[in-house]
């Protein structure tokens, strides 16, 4: 029911927009949240949106770098990263959790998506 796209392999400094789609149904009154795992590493919480939209939360690594947005019809939620570093590489998993707040916990999310592969090279 959510399908995460946009990863690819850039160079340090570069951006790149992840997007993640809801079918089946609509997500209005799920925090939408973003995760990472690098290989060998336990997953890490990156970025997370209300399902207002009113507030949004960066795990400590990517403030000021990575901005996350979600479309009016709450169907779409997108990951704005900016000034890359190989340190972000991994795979990024988009994920949903009925709550009108947040959660930084993966397993507070209820639905996930498939995750797509970011590298940064240096």
């Known amino acids: 029911q959510l399908q995460a796209s946009g990863g690819g392999l850039v160079q340090a400094g570069d951006s790149l927009s992840l997007s993640c789609t809801a079918s089946g149904r609509t997500f209005v009154s799920f925090a939408m949240g973003w995760f990472r795992q690098a290989p060998g590493k336990e997953r890490e919480f990156v970025a997370a949106e209300s399902w207002s939209g009113e507030t949004t939360y960066y795990g400590d690594s990517v403030k000021g770098r990575f901005t996350i947005s979600r479309d009016n019809a709450k169907t779409t939620v997108y990951l704005q990263m900016n000034n890359l570093k190989p340190e972000d590489t991994g795979v990024y998993y988009c994920?949903?959790?009925?709550?009108?707040?947040?959660?930084?916990?993966?397993?507070?999310?209820?639905?996930w998506g498939q995750g797509t592969q970011v590298t940064v090279s240096s």
């Open positions: 994920a949903a959790y009925y709550t009108e707040y947040n959660s930084a916990f993966a397993h507070d999310y209820e639905y």
